[in-house]
């Protein structure tokens, strides 16, 4: 038998990462408050949590999850289309349709879940899905699950957009973007990208996992924020488990979309549906996100105290507003050492490495949250200094 064995084989990739400064670890976290946490026995400020608007802890959605939990307790016990499908459910698809602008919307488990579907669902094989070069793992593989023909743009750059829709002219197309990039923070160009699918009969989809509840009127997001309305921008996904604090995802769009969706896409047909009374607190996180416009107010502020301090101590960011802000290194060794010396200063701040992001372009990824107080980013830019004594590497 010459057969190579797959768990080996596994082993012998794991060994090469861990040669390369790659190894990912799984660490346990204990959370003490909105914004510190205990791991491997030190207490420290995390900036990696998504929690932007700081609503995970928040005492409105935990008494809202206690309270559908004792009325209809936890499982959903089934998938949404056998009985799954609770009030719960229907009462946040309706609000989170009300908020973006959109006609319906459709809950999905998680935001990766909620991608493999819409791909899966819209795109045959052979169709053409154009995908900006950073969008999210998520995106590409639902591309791929779909079997249409997967061709990448540079990223952010609507004209390599076109040389990508233009290569197949007949072809049914999907352009698919982030509104606000996972690791480096910037907006896509969503306006142009919107005008470039109108002419080229392409249909725009948005996922604005990073920009719900942050931007836009209201934290409606990236696309309210761009004025795109589901007419130029019909296919919105997002993501509940960031800004608002809890878990799982939605689509949003024309009932259209969403009626498709209920019959075609897998991930939401044969799954069990989400707890319901988590959908009962993301309610709740909707109604708060859109009420209390002091977090984005606060997050904004700290956005910029932290930006402006970077500059003043020569740390080199990425182009961005929002709250992911990252501080571009270089090497991966480099980003590991550096992300080790702030946990022993108290910080908490991954270094996200290749292939998560392109080679020679590790980075350290700092998250704000409007939880966070003015001495934590005042200390946390002290020790990135400290850490990173001469900027990035060249
Ligand atoms: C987090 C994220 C997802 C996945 O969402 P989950 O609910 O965590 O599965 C999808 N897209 C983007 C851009 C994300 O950042």
Same mark, same amino acid.
């Given at each position: 038998m010459k057969r190579a064995d797959l768990i080996a084989r596994t082993a012998a990739a794991r060994a090469r990462r861990a040669n390369e400064d790659l190894l990912r670890r799984v660490r346990t976290v204990r959370a003490v408050d909105d914004t510190r946490i205990v791991m491997d026995g030190r207490q420290m400020t995390s900036f990696a949590s998504n929690d932007y608007l700081g609503l995970a802890r928040h005492p409105a959605l935990i008494e809202a999850l206690i309270r559908a939990a004792k009325e209809v307790g936890v499982g959903a016990t089934a998938?949404?289309?056998?009985?799954? $499908?609770?009030? /719960?459910?229907? &009462?946040? &698809?309706?609000?989170?349709? #009300?908020?973006?602008?959109?006609?319906?919307?459709?809950?999905?488990?998680?935001?990766?879940?909620?991608?493999?579907?819409?791909?899966?669902?819209?795109?045959?094989?052979?169709?053409?899905? *154009?995908?900006? @070069?950073?969008? $999210?793992?998520?995106?590409?593989?639902?591309? #791929?699950?779909?079997?249409? +023909?997967?061709?990448?743009?540079? $990223?952010?750059?609507?004209?390599? %957009?076109? #040389? /990508?829709?233009?290569?197949?002219?007949?072809?049914?197309?999907?352009?698919?973007?982030?509104? *606000?990039?996972?690791?480096?923070?910037?907006? %896509?160009?969503?306006?142009?990208?919107?005008?470039?699918?109108?002419? /080229?009969?392409?249909?725009?989809?948005?996922?604005?996992? $990073?920009?719900?509840? *942050?931007?836009?009127?209201?934290? %409606?997001?990236?696309?309210? &924020?761009?004025?795109?309305? +589901?007419?130029?921008?019909?296919?919105?996904?997002?993501?509940?488990? @960031?800004?608002?604090?809890?878990?799982?995802?939605?689509?949003?769009?024309?009932? &259209?979309?969403?009626?498709?969706?209920? +019959?075609?896409a897998r991930t939401h047909i044969y799954t069990t549906a989400q707890p319901p009374a988590l959908a009962a607190a993301t309610c709740v996180a909707v109604r708060i996100a859109r009420e209390e416009q002091w977090r984005r107010d606060r997050l904004h502020d700290l956005i910029a105290r932290f930006r402006h301090g970077a500059d003043h101590r020569g740390l080199l960011l990425a182009d961005s507003r929002t709250p992911i802000q990252p501080v571009m290194v270089g090497s991966s060794a480099h980003a590991v050492q550096a992300s080790r010396q702030l946990e022993s200063s108290g910080f908490f701040v991954p270094a996200i490495r290749p292939p998560t992001v392109p080679e020679n372009t590790a980075r350290l990824r700092v998250t704000l949250s409007a939880a966070h107080r003015e001495p934590d980013v005042e200390g946390l830019l002290d020790a990135l200094a400290l850490a990173l004594p001469h900027g990035s590497d060249p």
């Amino acid at each position: 038998m010459k057969r190579a064995d797959l768990i080996a084989r596994t082993a012998a990739a794991r060994a090469r990462r861990a040669n390369e400064d790659l190894l990912r670890r799984v660490r346990t976290v204990r959370a003490v408050d909105d914004t510190r946490i205990v791991m491997d026995g030190r207490q420290m400020t995390s900036f990696a949590s998504n929690d932007y608007l700081g609503l995970a802890r928040h005492p409105a959605l935990i008494e809202a999850l206690i309270r559908a939990a004792k009325e209809v307790g936890v499982g959903a016990t089934a998938a949404h289309l056998l009985g799954g $499908h609770r009030e /719960q459910h229907a &009462e946040l &698809e309706e609000s989170l349709a #009300r908020w973006t602008g959109r006609e319906c919307a459709l809950v999905f488990s998680t935001g990766y879940m909620a991608n493999l579907g819409v791909l899966q669902a819209l795109l045959d094989r052979d169709d053409l899905c *154009v995908q900006d @070069k950073l969008n $999210h793992a998520c995106l590409i593989d639902g591309a #791929r699950l779909s079997g249409a +023909q997967l061709r990448r743009y540079l $990223h952010a750059d609507p004209d390599s %957009a076109r #040389r /990508q829709l233009e290569s197949s002219t007949e072809a049914p197309a999907l352009l698919a973007t982030d509104g *606000v990039f996972s690791m480096d923070g910037d907006v %896509a160009p969503l306006a142009e990208l919107a005008a470039l699918c109108a002419e /080229q009969g392409a249909s725009l989809m948005v996922d604005d996992a $990073h920009g719900i509840g *942050v931007l836009g009127r209201e934290g %409606a997001g990236s696309l309210v &924020e761009a004025n795109l309305s +589901q007419h130029e921008a019909p296919i919105l996904m997002a993501t509940l488990g @960031k800004a608002l604090g809890v878990s799982g995802a939605f689509v949003a769009g024309p009932a &259209e979309l969403i009626d498709g969706l209920v +019959q075609f896409a897998r991930t939401h047909i044969y799954t069990t549906a989400q707890p319901p009374a988590l959908a009962a607190a993301t309610c709740v996180a909707v109604r708060i996100a859109r009420e209390e416009q002091w977090r984005r107010d606060r997050l904004h502020d700290l956005i910029a105290r932290f930006r402006h301090g970077a500059d003043h101590r020569g740390l080199l960011l990425a182009d961005s507003r929002t709250p992911i802000q990252p501080v571009m290194v270089g090497s991966s060794a480099h980003a590991v050492q550096a992300s080790r010396q702030l946990e022993s200063s108290g910080f908490f701040v991954p270094a996200i490495r290749p292939p998560t992001v392109p080679e020679n372009t590790a980075r350290l990824r700092v998250t704000l949250s409007a939880a966070h107080r003015e001495p934590d980013v005042e200390g946390l830019l002290d020790a990135l200094a400290l850490a990173l004594p001469h900027g990035s590497d060249p």
